[in-house]
């Protein structure tokens, strides 16, 4: 089979840690018989420096003509004096709504070789977890109405967040399918206690539970829900919340697991093309340094296996080669702890020969 990969290698770390799993992907090519084409397009601080816009058209258009899109990283302190149109990170939520993407996954597990770099005291980490959040991503507080105004004490800023039953239907829908293909048990966030578009996401969700009595259905307020990911992250399975508490918490989740290196995310539309990426930064204090951690990229090229073209095998081979790396003792410096660090093009080499 042959596919065509779009690549949004970015800023900072982000060509380093594309070209890792364009090797692996190559690697998987070669031994399952199937052939992946990529087309690099410009985004982020890279493409304003080039043609002085975050999310030029050529890009937009090459995604959509694309089978499928991995995405690097972008931003740095080279841009932050631009003002927000022009930022890099302008250009996430640009393509994201270009593609139609309002379902991201961002699984959070712990492997067992990583035990030692989980910060939670012992008698949890030895519960394990692996937990899949399931964050909208075109709607609430990122993409309502904004600006500047005079207000009571002078000027102020405001941001608005609005649901839509439409936007909130098929993000739950998508979070019990999910969690009907694991262990069963969905857990919706939300602040409806406070929020109306909470109190909507609630009622929703109840009325969509009922057509899945199969799945355990619970709610949970976000602030316990904070808590309880570092009190007990075991109890939860499959996690539904709106966009900005996904943002969060899905980055709170990311710290347990020992290091937010190591964690994929799939974004994904009504059809099978996605955008697929880590969800760490552009960390341009190491970039070009041979320090970043190439996993995150490499299991997200793994998603986009199973995920866009149901390569099945190809990606369940991607992640045992990961594991088996990580069980051998390689560690990229953030877990390290201390110990011998190998490169960004070691531990990608080291992944591509257990594959």
């Known amino acids: 089979m042959k596919y065509s990969i779009g690549l949004l290698r970015g800023d900072g770390i982000g060509p380093e840690i594309v070209d890792s799993a364009v090797r692996v992907l190559r690697a998987v090519g070669e031994k399952f018989g199937h052939e992946f084409v990529f087309t690099p397009y410009l985004i982020g601080g890279a493409a304003i420096d080039a043609c002085g816009q975050p999310l030029p058209k050529e890009t937009v258009d090459g995604c959509l003509a694309s089978d499928s899109v991995l995405l690097g990283a972008v931003g740095g302190p080279k841009w932050d004096h631009l003002p927000g149109n022009l930022r890099p990170e302008k250009a996430l939520l640009g ?4 593609m139609g993407l309002f379902t991201n996954l961002r699984p959070a597990k712990l492997y067992p070789a990583l035990k030692a770099e989980c910060p939670l005291r012992e008698d949890i980490v030895e519960k394990g977890f692996d937990i899949m959040i399931v964050r909208e991503l075109t709607g609430g507080i990122y993409f309502g109405e904004r ?3 005079e207000g009571r004490y002078g000027e102020e800023a405001y941001d608005t967040e609005r649901y839509s039953r439409m936007e909130i239907e098929r993000i739950v829908r998508v979070a019990f399918e999910t969690a009907r293909k694991r262990r069963k048990k969905l857990t919706s966030i939300d602040k409806a206690n406070v929020l109306e578009t909470s109190r909507l996401w609630r009622k929703i969700f109840h009325e969509i539970a009922a057509e899945y009595p199969d799945v355990e259905a619970t709610d949970m307020l976000v602030d ?7 009190r007990n992250p075991a109890q939860f399975d499959v996690i539904v919340t709106s966009n900005m508490f996904g943002d969060i918490l899905s980055d709170e989740a990311s710290q347990i697991t020992g290091s937010i290196g190591m964690l994929e995310s799939a974004s994904l539309s009504d059809c099978k093309r996605g955008l697929y990426e880590p969800i760490h930064g552009s960390a341009p204090d190491i970039a070009g340094q041979g320090k970043a951690n190439p996993i995150a990229t490499i299991l997200s090229a793994a998603m986009m296996l199973l995920y866009a073209f149901d390569l099945k095998d190809e990606a369940g081979a991607i992640v045992a080669a990961v ?7 390689l560690r990229t410096a953030d877990i390290a702890r201390g110990g011998a660090a190998v490169s960004t093009d070691e531990m990608t080499d080291a992944i591509v020969q257990r594959l």
Do not use: W
Not at 95 to 98: D, F, G, K, T, V
């Open 95 to 98: 393509i994201r709504e270009a």
């Open 147 to 149: 600006g500047y105004r």
């Open 224 to 230: 316990n829900a904070a808590m309880q990911l570092v």
């Open 323 to 329: 594991e088996k790396a990580l069980a051998d003792g």
